[in-house]
């Protein structure tokens, strides 16, 4: 049944015209889980072309539409060189975005620019023109992919509200959008943020938090060779090692991004970033603070208004949110989490019960549907 099942989706999948690869990879993974699901593509306002994918119905369904009573919205967003795949890993029974649809939800999972799945520009070619390409931070991932996926979605969905999740980064993003961009909360019916990075006053690595100190002078030796990307095909494997001794600090910056390779290539599911990313984290990070990416006083002038980067204010924020948390997070201290919920008007901290549950866990771990899944389940029962 099973088989018979998964060969009838991967065929209407092929009748609906695969044509990249990673698409390709990511419906058949659902197909082979027993889950028909879509890909769409959004165009963002600066050009680059997101792949978006979307689980409407429950496993081993192809239709289950009632016009009456349209499915709840949620769009789930992955961390710093996560992708979908980060809500479908954990497979049947265990993954969030499988546990959202079995429970009647409409689910939609992003990926930000850069990506294997979002690697497009309707112009640039992120390999010959790689330096105006990855000239983003995660500001631009929020007030850009993550504006540009909420309204295709709420559009295609014919709604005026959506649930939130947001790992990481994702959460990160969710905070910047919203406070920098309010009329997003009127769009956003409840959030559940799983370690949304935003405070750095007290940031828990040692080691980022030593390298932190140099990330402007780090990425402007970065820009002049030309590495814009993090493990793409420029990355630090491909560089040319004859450059190594040049200086201490394009050596330094080499063994940075060894550092950094190595710490994703651990898991199964990391997908090209923007060397620029890292950076804005470095400067908030050295900064202790949580603000916008910082250039030199004049064009930060010219920006913002003010010649140093102005922080991003939360208490614009208005959504429900629940932030959870866990105390052996190595990116992320409690007492950061506490203070952003104290400055939100409406949201609580969570803390995950289990004490060695770690930043990578709340994707990863199989006991995170015990631990935090169930719970976000229920609460959004609550609010349909």
């Given amino acids: 049944m099973l088989k018979t099942l998964t060969s009838v989706i991967i065929l209407i999948f092929a009748l609906n015209g695969l044509t990249a690869q990673q698409e390709f990879n990511i419906r058949l993974r659902t197909a082979i889980d027993g889950y028909y699901s879509e890909s769409h593509n959004v165009i963002t306002r600066d050009g680059y072309i997101l792949e978006v994918h979307r689980i409407p119905f429950r496993r081993f369904r192809i239709k289950e539409n009632d016009s009456k009573n349209p499915k709840?919205?949620?769009f789930l967003m992955h961390g710093l060189q996560g992708s979908s795949l980060s809500y479908i890993y954990l497979g049947p029974e265990r993954a969030l975005a499988y546990l959202l649809a079995e429970a009647g939800y409409d689910v939609w999972m992003g990926n930000a620019r850069g990506g294997l799945n979002s690697r497009r520009h309707i112009f640039l070619n992120p390999d010959t023109n790689a330096e105006r390409f990855?000239?983003?931070?995660?500001?631009?991932?929020?007030?850009?992919?993550v504006a540009s996926t909420i309204d295709y979605i709420l559009k295609v969905t014919r709604q005026s509200q959506l649930?939130?999740?947001g790992h990481s980064q994702g959460g990160t993003a969710f905070f910047v959008l919203n406070s920098l961009r309010p009329e997003f909360?009127?769009?956003?019916?409840?959030?559940h943020l799983l370690a949304g990075v935003g405070y750095m006053e007290h940031f828990p690595n040692k080691i980022l938090n030593a390298i932190a100190f140099g990330t402007?002078?780090?990425?402007?030796?970065a820009l002049e060779q030309g590495i814009v990307e993090v493990l793409g095909p420029r990355d630090a494997n491909s560089l040319n090692e004859e450059e190594y001794n040049k200086s201490p600090a394009y050596s330094l910056l080499l063994t940075v991004i060894d550092v950094i390779v190595s710490i994703h290539?651990?898991?199964?599911?990391?997908?090209?970033a923007s060397l620029?990313?890292?950076a804005h984290f470095g400067q908030n990070i050295r900064a202790k603070s949580f603000r916008r990416f910082s250039y030199d006083p004049l064009e930060n002038f010219i920006r913002y208004g003010s010649l140093s980067a102005p922080e991003y204010d939360l208490s614009k924020i208005s959504v429900n949110i629940t932030m959870h948390y866990t105390v052996n997070d190595h990116l992320l201290d409690e007492r950061d989490v506490l203070s952003m919920a104290s400055v939100i008007p409406n949201a609580k901290a969570r803390k995950i019960t289990r004490e060695t549950y770690n930043h990578n866990d709340f994707v990863l771990a199989p006991d995170s549907k015990e631990l935090l899944y169930d719970y976000i389940l229920e609460e959004l029962d609550k609010n349909r």
């Fill in 72 to 74: 709840p919205v949620v």
């Fill in 134 to 145: 990855f000239n983003y931070s995660y500001e631009d991932i929020a007030l850009k992919d």
């Fill in 163 to 165: 649930h939130y999740v």
């Fill in 185 to 191: 909360n009127t769009k956003i019916k409840s959030a």
């Fill in 216 to 221: 402007n002078l780090l990425y402007s030796v």
């Fill in 265 to 272: 290539k651990q898991l199964e599911m990391v997908t090209p």
């Fill in 276 to 278: 620029k990313q890292y």
